[in-house]
């Protein structure tokens, strides 16, 4: 039976709920969400107050999210409130109202611990070491400085998008809003004394209005991935994409696409702070986190239970070991050809020119190749590559997600180049060719354990002039490994251009 922990996080424009599910395997993953439009903060910015009409829209968001708790039976909750109810005068009245009315009891974070949760959220979700995090929310912008993937200065300013639109709206002039904006933001910028110290660096962005910048650059470029995180923008898209929002009328902001009708209103003046972010430090690219708080905040609570650093020592092998326990993957056998594939690779290095990276992706492909037999055993290879197209591995680039899907897909079969033709605009030309020979090093692996008990021991080649020679080492005779292998000779001799042997 899955353990089911809520993280709702009340921020200034909308309101979001998470239902993560922990298995028996401790395997986690997002069970359920939500999330509400309710703009609690619409208002703040003339007296510190929280307004009727916002209230009742949070209320009205939170009656269904307890519904939806109740109804997944979560065992625990967290409740976090940000900026609006961290600045509001009432914050005490709205506070006993949640928790008289809808049963919730909220905790409402600091600054400091906002930027803190941002932080973990994307320091467990992307492999970088320096960067600078922005995060835009409806009533604060919190800034990271990241070195060495410590946290090692953070600053949450009073000012989201909300309550950017708000304040610079008064001015009727949409050209002298935007400059008014900016040169306001630049002022806040200059009195940050750490802040320069990140120059040159990459940000990180946050949040739906930076959410929406990639999803407008990416409609445009018609890039065909979905998964938004880790997806890179220059500093040359995002002034393109920007320099769209401030020259289209603000009524047909909407029409643009990747622009939600209900975001549009604070697209202009809300995409400020990271574009004068940016500028300042003179980043060189942005790329964008779709986790942050709420997943920051699930993770230092699995961490602690599991009594482990709140920081995963290396994401890539965590998001792994995670894909492992969620799809219960026979981890004895992934090991052992992960094992296998690593000799294989070594072993024939004078016949190919694959690179560190290229083992790497191998090593992902052995572990998670048979991913797809928790949907079932006919065709694991096709749904194991369909799960990998359309879920998260943490520290894979995009292209490198489709690298390994391409190969889990070809641990089986190879004839699947077709059901990649829609990323073809977007990888390198020789992609097809190269990993469907580095995927015959996986192909071979996985027959070499063919019976999941592990046999081989150890295994060494020897390349001749016409054949590759295998010698295996086991404590018994590895009859099945080794006729399984022999299935795939042909395929090691068309793209290696040798006979196989192997013997024992």
Same mark, same amino acid.
């Given at each position: 039976?899955?353990?089911?922990?809520?993280?709702?996080?009340?921020?200034?424009?909308?309101?979001?709920?998470?239902?993560?599910?922990?298995?028996?395997?401790?395997?986690?993953?997002?069970?359920?969400?939500?999330?509400?439009?309710?703009?609690?903060?619409? $208002?703040?910015?003339?007296?510190?107050?929280?307004?009727?009409?916002?209230?009742?829209?949070?209320?009205?968001?939170?009656?269904?999210?307890?519904?939806?708790?109740?109804?997944?039976?979560?065992?625990?909750?967290?409740?976090?409130?940000?900026?609006?109810?961290?600045?509001?005068?009432?914050?005490?009245?709205?506070?006993?109202?949640?928790?008289?009315?809808?049963?919730?009891?909220?905790?409402?974070?600091?600054?400091?611990? %906002?930027?803190?949760?941002?932080?973990?959220?994307?320091?467990?979700?992307?492999?970088?070491?320096?960067?600078?995090?922005?995060?835009?929310?409806?009533?604060?912008?919190?800034?990271?400085?990241?070195?060495?993937?410590?946290?090692?200065?953070?600053?949450?300013?009073?000012?989201?998008?909300?309550?950017?639109?708000?304040?610079?709206?008064?001015?009727?002039?949409?050209?002298?809003?935007?400059?008014?904006?900016?040169?306001?933001?630049?002022?806040?910028?200059?009195?940050?004394?750490?802040?320069?110290?990140?120059?040159?660096?990459?940000?990180?962005?946050?949040? $739906?209005?930076?959410?929406?910048?990639?999803?407008?650059?990416?409609?445009?470029?018609?890039?065909?991935?979905?998964?938004?995180?880790?997806?890179?923008?220059?500093?040359?898209?995002?002034?393109?994409?920007?320099?769209?929002?401030?020259?289209?009328?603000?009524?047909?902001?909407?029409?643009?696409?990747?622009?939600?009708?209900?975001?549009?209103?604070?697209?202009?003046?809300?995409?400020?702070?990271?574009?004068?972010?940016?500028?300042?430090?003179?980043?060189?690219?942005?790329?964008?986190?779709?986790?942050?708080?709420?997943?920051?905040?699930?993770?230092?609570?699995?961490?602690?239970?599991?009594?482990?650093?709140?920081?995963?020592?290396?994401?890539?092998?965590?998001?792994?070991?995670?894909?492992?326990?969620?799809?219960?993957?026979?981890?004895?056998?992934?090991?052992?050809?992960?094992?296998?594939?690593?000799?294989?690779?070594?072993?024939?290095?004078?016949?190919?020119?694959?690179?560190?990276?290229?083992?790497?992706?191998?090593?992902?492909?052995?572990?998670?190749?048979?991913? $797809?037999?928790?949907?079932?055993?006919?065709?694991?290879?096709?749904?194991?590559?369909?799960?990998?197209?359309?879920?998260?591995?943490?520290?894979?680039?995009?292209?490198?997600?489709?690298?390994?899907?391409?190969?889990? $897909?070809?641990?089986?079969?190879?004839?699947?180049?077709?059901?990649?033709?829609?990323? %073809?605009?977007?990888?390198?030309?020789?992609?097809?060719?190269?990993?469907?020979?580095?995927?015959?090093?996986?192909?071979?692996?996985?027959?070499?354990?063919?019976?999941?008990?592990?046999?081989?021991?150890?295994?060494?080649?020897?390349?001749?002039?016409?054949?590759?020679?295998?010698?295996?080492?086991?404590?018994?005779?590895?009859?099945?490994?080794?006729?399984?292998?022999?299935?795939?000779?042909?395929?090691?001799?068309?793209?290696?251009?040798?006979?196989?042997?192997?013997?024992?």
């Amino acid at each position: 039976m899955d353990d089911k922990i809520a993280v709702i996080d009340l921020g200034s424009n909308s309101v979001r709920l998470n239902i993560y599910g922990i298995n028996e395997l401790g395997g986690y993953s997002v069970f359920e969400q939500a999330k509400e439009m309710v703009r609690l903060s619409e $208002g703040l910015d003339q007296d510190n107050l929280l307004k009727p009409e916002p209230i009742n829209r949070t209320l009205s968001a939170l009656r269904y999210f307890k519904r939806l708790m109740d109804v997944n039976k979560v065992s625990n909750t967290f409740a976090l409130s940000t900026a609006a109810v961290r600045m509001a005068e009432n914050q005490k009245y709205f506070l006993e109202t949640v928790k008289t009315e809808i049963g919730i009891e909220f905790n409402v974070l600091t600054g400091q611990e %906002e930027a803190y949760y941002d932080y973990l959220g994307v320091v467990n979700t992307i492999a970088f070491s320096d960067a600078i995090l922005v995060d835009i929310g409806g009533g604060s912008t919190e800034i990271v400085l990241v070195k060495n993937r410590e946290l090692i200065e953070s600053i949450s300013l009073p000012y989201g998008s909300v309550i950017l639109t708000e304040h610079f709206k008064k001015q009727k002039n949409r050209k002298k809003q935007i400059e008014n904006a900016e040169n306001f933001i630049l002022d806040q910028l200059k009195d940050i004394p750490w802040l320069k110290a990140g120059e040159g660096l990459p940000i990180i962005g946050l949040g $739906g209005i930076i959410r929406s910048l990639g999803k407008v650059h990416r409609n445009l470029n018609r890039y065909p991935i979905e998964n938004l995180h880790n997806y890179k923008m220059t500093s040359n898209d995002v002034n393109s994409v920007i320099d769209l929002i401030k020259d289209t009328d603000p009524d047909d902001l909407d029409k643009i696409d990747g622009i939600n009708k209900r975001r549009a209103d604070l697209m202009t003046l809300g995409s400020t702070p990271v574009n004068m972010i940016m500028k300042y430090v003179e980043a060189p690219e942005m790329r964008i986190s779709a986790y942050g708080l709420r997943d920051g905040y699930f993770l230092e609570y699995l961490n602690r239970d599991r009594q482990q650093s709140a920081v995963f020592p290396d994401v890539l092998e965590a998001s792994v070991q995670n894909m492992m326990k969620r799809f219960f993957v026979n981890q004895e056998h992934a090991y052992q050809v992960e094992k296998i594939a690593v000799k294989l690779f070594e072993g024939l290095a004078s016949l190919h020119d694959f690179d560190a990276n290229d083992l790497k992706l191998l090593r992902i492909s052995a572990l998670l190749h048979d991913i $797809g037999m928790h949907i079932e055993y006919y065709d694991h290879h096709l749904h194991g590559m369909y799960l990998l197209m359309n879920s998260k591995v943490d520290g894979l680039t995009n292209i490198e997600h489709l690298a390994v899907a391409f190969l889990v $897909g070809n641990h089986r079969s190879y004839n699947i180049k077709d059901r990649f033709k829609i990323y %073809e605009p977007f990888i390198d030309k020789d992609f097809f060719n190269k990993y469907t020979k580095l995927a015959v090093i996986l192909q071979i692996s996985e027959q070499l354990d063919r019976a999941e008990i592990g046999n081989i021991i150890n295994l060494t080649i020897d390349i001749r002039e016409s054949a590759i020679y295998i010698k295996l080492e086991s404590d018994e005779m590895p009859t099945l490994d080794m006729e399984s292998a022999m299935r795939f000779s042909d395929r090691v001799k068309k793209y290696y251009g040798k006979n196989l042997h192997i013997y024992f």
